[in-house]
């Protein structure tokens, strides 16, 4: 498993989920802490394309062998595209949280809810 | 029932701490649930050796010239046919079959008998024992200050054990006193992983020596995650999950180590139970497809998950559930409720996983 690292290019929500903003896309993920604490995925349960999905609710689960997880969405939208590659090999996402074990793409519904994330910087002053 | 809110700590706790171990609690203590990972832990029990701290568990020394009449009074199983150095698996029942604890006892010598406990459970089992120690010719002694244990399990685990030890180790459900790793150690030919190996009980200040020699003999340590996936494998029950004061050790599978005609107590409902059926099992199942069932996920139609998890051999949900008897066959299938999804399922046979599998 990969060393703690929290990107600063990212955007950071309380329940551990990140958010690559590109315009009004972005893609979520969960965060280092967040895939330390589950332990070893075993299971993602993917969302369908074109579901909406809001803002601080829960829209799909990670499951380790010892423990399930709701995942929360950082910011509202539409899902445009998930990592079919996570049904095959689940453990990407505790191997490259930010990168190849990215969860969904979603068309943002509202950009200014970024607003309300936190940088990298003030989500890690939250972790103990 | 303790309310400290204190958790305990073994003498392994540093070693713990240092191995870069997740620690929680568990019955009271501050266990390692994890150290590398749950599924790395877990195939290193089934394809070489590891280690586990299980000093949380209790023991209780029965001696005496009635000591066998008295433990064959309490516990299910037919403790005349346990040899001196023969270990025996047995259930604790109530009156009505209610089961108290699951147990595996050892016999020292013609009339000393060490009994261990699960952790939760250790005050309620001496209590128990004592209460009903009455007209026997016994005394019932608290030993589990006394005791610090180590499960070595694996298909490598006796081959580690024995390059260590003074002398050969005791086969299977068999117990002998040998020095391991310079340390008096009784060795037990038992194990809750469904592979080979041992458990060693040792003086608590001799338990950090022996982690140090098991570990750089190769042992890789294994934490409570990984024995709860191990033992669920091989549908090994964990008492307060799979059985408890509300089940009767029919339904719960466990009729095999009761011999009622030894008239322990809760022997009568026992036989009726066997005689008259239950109305639910305790089955094991694996998940057809995706999904994990867990701990009190409904069963559709009637019942309940009792130990749910993600199985590291068999690559797919697992558990066991309390069906009705009517859909308690092998091959039935069964639909779980797991958070809101229907889980479709097939009641299996024990074990779940089976070594020849390799």
Known sequence: MADPSYPDDLKYHPEHDWARIDGDTATFGITWYAQDALGEVVFFDAPDVGAEISKDQPYTEVESVKAVSDVFAPLSGEVTAVNDALADKPETINEDPYGEGWLVKVRLSDPSEVDALMDSAEYQATLD | ?358
């Open chain 2, 1 to 358: 029932m303790s309310f400290t809110t204190e958790l305990r700590r073994t003498p392994l706790y540093d070693r713990h701490a240092a191995a870069g171990a997740r620690l929680v609690p568990f019955a009271g203590w501050e266990m390692p649930v994890q150290y590398a990972g749950i599924r790395e832990e877990h195939i290193a029990v089934r394809t070489g050796v590891g280690v586990f701290d299980v000093s949380h568990m209790g023991q209780v020394e029965t001696t005496g010239p009635q000591a066998l009449d008295f433990l064959q009074h309490l516990l299910s199983n037919d403790l005349r046919r346990m040899p001196e150095g023969g270990a025996q698996y047995s259930v604790m029942c109530r009156e009505d079959g209610g089961v108290l604890d699951d147990l595996f006892s050892y016999r020292l010598a013609e009339c000393t008998f060490l009994t261990v406990t699960n952790a939760a459970n250790h005050e309620k089992d001496l209590a128990w024992l004592q209460s009903h120690a009455d007209g026997f010719d016994v005394d019932v002694v608290d030993r589990a200050a006394d005791f610090a244990m180590l499960a070595v399990q694996g298909p490598k685990a006796r081959d580690l054990v024995r390059k260590l030890s003074d002398g050969a180790l005791p086969g299977r459900f068999r117990v002998c006193e040998r020095s391991v790793g310079g340390a008096a150690v009784l060795v037990c030919g038992t194990g809750y992983t469904g592979e080979d190996g041992v458990e060693l009980l040792m003086r608590p200040d001799d338990a950090s020596g022996l982690w140090d020699a098991i570990t750089q003999a190769g042992a890789t340590p294994v934490g409570l995650g990984a024995r709860d996936t191990l033992r669920l494998e091989v549908c090994f029950h964990l008492y307060g999950n799979d059985m408890d004061e509300n089940r009767n050790p029919i339904e719960a599978g466990l009729g095999w180590c009761c011999k009622e005609r030894t008239g322990f107590i809760g022997s009568d409902a026992v036989a009726a139970a066997r005689q008259d059926g239950t109305t639910e099992k305790l089955v094991p199942f694996a998940i057809e497809g995706q999904g994990i069932a867990r701990q009190g996920n409904p069963v559709i139609g009637g019942g309940e998950v009792t130990s749910g998890t993600f199985s590291p051999c068999l690559e797919r949900g697992i558990g066991m559930a309390y069906v009705s008897t009517a859909r308690a066959a092998e091959g039935t299938p069964i639909e779980i409720d797991v958070r809101g999804r229907t889980r479709p399922a097939i009641v299996e046979r024990k074990p779940l996983y089976k070594r020849e599998r390799r």
